[in-house]
């Protein structure tokens, strides 16, 4: 495991999620086809999460695909998916071989079903896995739609919910809340991502385009958020005697 003096000592995050935004700006920049762009922030993707697991990172989720974004021109969704099709099982088995557990998070009922086909495919081949450590995909995700989804979920079964019970109904029941959300691309704001999970995320946010997102990128991303005191609304006496 590469060790990186920049991180250590620092409280590493259980769980980051990452708005990976500037793909298609990065490649316009440099008068390529937006695809070019989509394609290198895929291994970018790959290359931060490979570097995350080994600092000590749990979770990772990414938000690759929102419900928003379906309505981009089909000639670009046609080149996401072929993304899909070429490359995810490859790409997603070099994380899963460390022992991660693959989810999807979303409405994949939106997408191809042979895009489908492949993503539940590379979730069942992961499913047995009991490792503590997870990644998941966020495609065909809106935050609005994921809470209106628990809600009927809970109507049906006639359930009057918690807010333990109610978050075990989202896409993500079962995960730790993201203690820290990144956003690449020079925007300041979550999109519809992970909303009610986000009540305490620490929130990073970077100029830079996210195929640009480096490892050192990460890892100043990190050491802010260790330099954060998470409250939780409770007073810093309070916590000090805990």
Known sequence: MRKNKIVRGTQIPKHIAMIMDGNGRWAKKRLLPRSVGHRNGMERMIGLMEHAFDL??????????????????????????????????????????????????????????????????????????????GVNIALGYGARHEIVYAVNQAIERGEKVTQERF???????????????????????LSNFLLYQCAYSELYFSEKMFPEFSDKDLDRAIVEYSKRTRRFGKTDEQLTKN
């Open 56 to 133: 000590g990172v749990d979770y990772m989720t990414v938000y690759a695909l929102s419900t928003e974004n379906l309505k981009r021109p089909q000639d670009e969704l046609n080149g996401l998916f072929n993304l899909i099709r070429n490359h995810f099982k490859e790409y997603m088995g070099r994380i899963c071989a460390r022992g991660v557990k693959l989810r999807i998070l979303g409405d994949v009922s939106l997408l191809p079903d042979d895009v489908v086909q492949i993503l539940r495919e590379s979730e069942e081949e992961t499913a047995h896995y009991d490792t503590g450590k």
């Open 167 to 189: 978050a075990e109904l989202l896409y993500t029941g079962g995960l730790p809340d993201p203690d820290l959300i990144i956003r690449t691309g020079k925007e300041v704001r």
